[in-house]
Structure formats: C-alpha cells, structure tokens
C-alpha cells in the first residue's frame, strides 16, 4: 500500500514540476512590410515585460533540424518595450551576430522569436513564415499566428495574448 502512495505522489510531483517549467509559445512577434517593400520585424512583449536573446534563424525548406544559414541572434538580456525594425536590422545597441544572407530567401523558413524566462511566467514570442508568405502580404498586413491579418489586429491579438 505504502509503494502505491509513494508511486502516486512521485507522478503527481512529477507531473506539477514538469507542466511548470515549460515557456509557452505566444503570438507575440510579427512580420509586416513597408511601402517600400522592406520587411519589418514586430516585437511585442507583455506589458513592461524584460525579454532576452532575440533571433531570426532561416533554414532551407526541409532541412527544420540543420543549422540556420541566414539571420541573426542577440545575446542580449534585460531588453525592454515594443520593437519595431527591418527584419534584417536589429537596433544597434543589441549588438547582433548577422549569419548568411541579410535578405529573404525563396524556399527558406524562417522563425522570429524572443524569450521571457520567469519562474510561473515564462513565454516565447515566437513567428513562423516563408518569404512566399511575407510577400503575399498586402499593404498595410502582418504575418503572424499563421496567417495574415491588420496590424490593429496583431496589436489586438498580442494584448490578448498576454
């Protein structure tokens, strides 16, 4: 009887642990397009949240587990506030490390992505798209949560996300 509370409590201690360790994925990064064509990256953290280590990494189509060949990453901690860039332009004071070709490529996937790590509050802010995706887009657009959609309604979905 003693070996069954024991195997019960162990599973439920383990699963409370493990179900409060994880970040989670929140659509709080975008991408939209100037008039002049220039792709912007969208960062939207949660009120006066901290973020950290930024990125961009593009990888070809099909090769998801192989190293990024375009992009860029900041190794940055304690970064604050709304940012509003082109993709391939993070602000100066970040400091990032450019990899590849500064441009979308065709047949390329591409994830932007920011971290909040806290204890009991931790998420990404996290977008998925191709360079087909970004320039489907129509003036006015940005791509996130899969799909495109108004740049009031980022804003919406990234306050309610939060």
């Known amino acids: 009887m003693r070996r069954r509370w024991a195997a019960v409590l162990g599973v439920s201690a383990g699963t409370v642990l493990l179900s409060g360790c994880a970040a989670v994925d929140l659509p709080l990064a975008g991408v939209r397009v100037a008039a002049d064509g220039v792709p912007y990256a969208l960062i939207r953290p949660c009120g006066d949240d901290r973020y950290q280590g930024p990125s961009l990494d593009g990888r070809a189509r099909g090769a998801e587990n192989g190293p990024a060949t375009t992009g860029w990453d900041v190794k940055k901690d304690e970064l604050r506030g709304d940012a509003d860039f082109p993709l391939f332009s993070p602000p ?8 590849g070709e500064q441009r979308l490529l065709p047949d390329h996937d591409y994830v932007l992505r920011f971290g909040h790590y806290i204890t009991g509050d931790s998420y990404n802010g996290i977008v998925e798209f191709s360079a087909e995706d970004i320039a489907a887009l129509k003036p006015g657009q940005v791509w996130a ?16 996300s939060c």
Not at 145 to 160: C, H, I, T
């Open 92 to 99: 100066d004071a970040w400091k990032a490390r450019h990899r």
């Open 145 to 160: 949560d899969d799909r495109a959609m108004s740049l009031g309604e980022f804003e919406k979905l990234a306050e309610d």
